[in-house]
Nanobody, 123 residues
Framework: QVQLVESGGGSVQAGGSRRLSCVPSGRTFSNSAMGWFRQAPGKEREFVAAINWSSSNLLYADSVKGRSTISRDNARNSVYLELNSLKPADTAVYFC????????????????WGQGTRVTVSS
């Protein structure tokens, strides 16, 4: 059974940082794109960032561009999301995704989803 396990969520004050991690189990995704989506209370899931297998191609949502960094460590079969200069609007559950079959910023393009890790930003 394939699972994506996120960690690193928590509460942080505005302006702070969080580093989210995602460790898959059940298979390796070293040859697949991986990424992050988020869902704020009462809103639909939205794309945050994605990275291809070799880390040569990165994509960020405009809402986090310049404040976040996605990276991966294929030796550890892991993907990370560094969030900086956090705002209350960044409060959401962050989901790790793997293996895209379409446009990266479309939720339906991704085959595997984690259960999410919550980030709460207070002002």
């Amino acid at each position: 059974q394939v699972q994506l396990v996120e960690s690193g969520g928590g509460s942080v004050q505005a302006g702070g940082s969080r580093r989210l991690s995602c460790v898959p189990s059940g298979r390796t995704f070293s040859n697949s794109a991986m990424g992050w989506f988020r869902q704020a209370p009462g809103k639909e899931r939205e794309f945050v960032a994605a990275i291809n297998w070799s880390s040569s191609n990165l994509l960020y949502a405009d809402s986090v561009k310049g404040r976040s960094t996605i990276s991966r460590d294929n030796a550890r079969n892991s993907v990370y999301l560094e969030l900086n200069s956090l705002k209350p609007a960044d409060t959401a559950v962050y989901f790790c995704v793997a293996q895209a079959f379409g446009t990266w910023n479309v939720a339906d393009s991704w085959r595997y989803w984690g259960q999410g890790t919550r980030v709460t930003v207070s002002s």
